[in-house]
């Protein structure tokens, strides 16, 4: 089954705890990119990349790391989380070689920082 | 910058009942346009996506279209049912490497037995 997945699901920390949400598709697309979703604020792009070991900032990145050694992968790490980036977090994916470039989401991780 | 708004924020109506939901975006230069469907505490699922060249899609018993001139696009659903509700997002690509789709504020969607 063609799908975008994100680990874990639901996730409590503490501040300053480094953590890793990680996303996977299997669909062999270059596209993947992160979004957050705020009470009010609708979702907003975090990081996207285009393909492997290409990267680029969205909307909101501050305080977000991302990499892309795989094509399939693309975690998300916060190395020092805050309490303001409690969020719900969807990764997504979408192939670049076939318009007109529909959009994947993940389940979704709830992050909550204290 | 892009703006999408969605309006009305919630929408309670009957089972049975033809519904239109509307999006409107600020900036006509979209690559295509995405309304996906969110239930609470999950993802997001595609319904359906319009590109800048086309004036609408359907897939069963929704259709929507794009009118690109006035900023606008609409979701109708027909003969709705108490499975239909969730909350409903529209998104607007702005193409280029970023594909950065911006979202509306969404409409939550209520169907009555």
């Known amino acids: 089954e063609a799908q975008v997945t994100q680990n874990p699901r639901y996730l409590i920390t503490v501040t300053g705890k480094k953590l890793t949400v990680t996303c996977s598709q299997n669909m062999n697309h270059e596209y993947m990119s992160w979004y957050r979703q705020d009470p009010g604020l609708g979702l907003r792009q975090i990081y996207y990349s285009m393909n492997v070991e290409v990267t680029d900032k969205g909307d909101v990145p501050e305080g977000y790391k991302v990499s892309r050694k795989e094509k399939r992968n693309f975690p998300l790490i916060l190395e020092s989380p805050s309490p303001n980036q409690t969020s719900l977090y969807f990764c997504?994916?979408?192939?670049?070689?076939?318009?007109?470039?529909?959009?994947?989401f993940g389940p979704g991780t709830r992050l909550t920082v204290t | 910058k892009q703006e999408v708004t969605q309006i009305p924020a919630a929408l309670s109506v009957p089972e049975g009942e033809n519904l239109v939901l509307n999006c409107s975006f600020t900036d006509s230069a979209i690559y295509n346009l995405q309304w996906f469907r969110q239930d609470p505490g999950k993802g997001l699922t595609s319904l359906l996506l319009?590109?800048?060249?086309?004036r609408e899609q359907t897939s069963g018993r929704l259709n929507a279209s794009l009118d690109k001139s006035s900023g606008r696009s609409t979701l109708y659903i027909a003969a709705s049912q108490p499975g239909d509700s969730a909350t409903y997002l529209c998104a607007a690509s702005e193409g280029g490497g970023a594909q950065k789709l911006v979202f509306g504020q969404g409409t939550r969607l209520t169907i009555n037995p």
């Open positions: 997504a994916s979408s192939d670049l070689g076939v318009p007109p470039y529909e959009q994947y």
């Open positions: 319009i590109q800048s060249s086309q």
